[in-house]
Every structure is written in structure tokens, then in C-alpha cells.
């Protein structure tokens, strides 16, 4: 029930606020979802990258567990970022074609 006052509490801030505050907070939204998203393709790359599969540089006949483990947790923080990356532009074209 707390969840459902608090949605319609935003709705309605939402809704009496001026499209000029909602087109700022959009643009201002995307700016940090886009930096959140680029801090992420910096530490963890693109998730297109070579995946070594559990093979390290030293020994390519084992296959290490944690290897794979990193791979997967790379790969997914990598589309993580892109995706943030994308929905704050996507937020800040909403702004721009808000004003």
C-alpha cells in the first residue's frame, strides 16, 4: 500500500509540475544516467570484448571457473553501461523535445 501512496504522490508532482521543470529534470536525468553509464564502459569495457572462456594467458589447457565467473560478470556490467548510456540520451532528447 506505502509503495502505491508513493506512486500517486510522484504522479502528482509529476503531473502539477510546469513541462519547462519536467524537461529540465529529464535532460538533467539523462546527463547522469549517460555519466554512470560511461564510468561503467571505463572500468569494465564494451561487452563485445574477447572472452577468454575460463583459459588464462598462462596455462590454455585448464579451465579456470573464476575465469568464466569474471567473464560473465564483465560482460554483463558492460551492457549494463551501454544501456545506461542509451536510455540517458534517450532522456535527454525527451528534455530538448519537451522545451
Do not use: H
Not at 29 to 51: C, Q, T
Amino acid at each position: 500500500m506505502f509503495f502505491m501512496g508513493a506512486y500517486a504522490t510522484c504522479l502528482l508532482v509529476v503531473f502539477s509540475m510546469d513541462y519547462s521543470d519536467v524537461a529540465k529534470a529529464c535532460a538533467i536525468a539523462g546527463l547522469l544516467l549517460s555519466v554512470a553509464g560511461v564510468l561503467l564502459l571505463f572500468i569494465y569495457g564494451m561487452p563485445y570484448r574477447v572472452e577468454t572462456k575460463g583459459k588464462g594467458s598462462v596455462n590454455l589447457r585448464e579451465t579456470d571457473q573464476a575465469e568464466i565467473q569474471e567473464d560473465k560478470r564483465y560482460r554483463r556490467r558492460g551492457y549494463w553501461g551501454l544501456a545506461m548510456v542509451v536510455a540517458g540520451t534517450a532522456l535527454q532528447m525527451a528534455g530538448v523535445i519537451m522545451v
